[in-house]
């Protein structure tokens, strides 16, 4: 339940505290979570139409290069592959947690609509 919460608040904080967050510059990994927890939650839980999805899928793609090549950078001799490998152990785990949050409060719980929020405001980013 723990986890569930400290992975799940980072982007109810993201979405109720902007302000918090004006002189703070976010992590390109920390970003790259948020858009797979969205991403994740709206799979689930909302039926977005065919135009936000591929928006959002294109910034997801923007986002995932440049975490990719941020975790090249901290982690030097590592490959793309072992990058990805890493990247899907965070997303499965993400996902369980989430699927846990849906089983037992449903997609009315805050953090999940939260989540839903994100994923509109992330498929309406311009980069």
């Known amino acids: ?3 569930q ?3 799940l ?11 918090a967050f004006a002189d703070q510059k976010l ?3 920390q970003i790259m ?3 797979v927890q969205a991403r994740y939650a709206a799979s689930q839980c ?3 139409d065919q135009d936000m999805v591929s928006r959002f899928n294109e910034n997801f ?3 995932s290069i440049r975490a990719t090549e941020e975790m090249l950078k901290r982690r030097p001799g590592s490959t793309v592959t072992q990058v990805y490998v890493q990247f899907e152990k965070g997303t499965d785990t993400v996902q369980k947690q989430i699927d846990e949050v849906i089983r037992t409060k449903g997609c009315g719980d805050s953090r999940i609509q939260n989540l839903l ?4 405001v992330q498929a309406n980013l311009k980069f």
């Not at 929020?117 to 509109?120: A, H, I, M, P």
Request: glycine share 4%; charged share 20%; proline share 6%.
């Open 27 to 29: 992590d390109i990994l």
């Open 5 to 7: 919460y400290i992975i």
């Open 1 to 3: 339940m723990l986890k």
């Open 117 to 120: 929020k994100l994923f509109e």
């Open 46 to 48: 909302l039926r977005p």
């Open 61 to 63: 793609r923007i986002v």
């Open 33 to 35: 979570g948020q858009f």
């Open 9 to 19: 608040s980072v982007a109810a904080l993201f979405m109720c505290a902007p302000a």
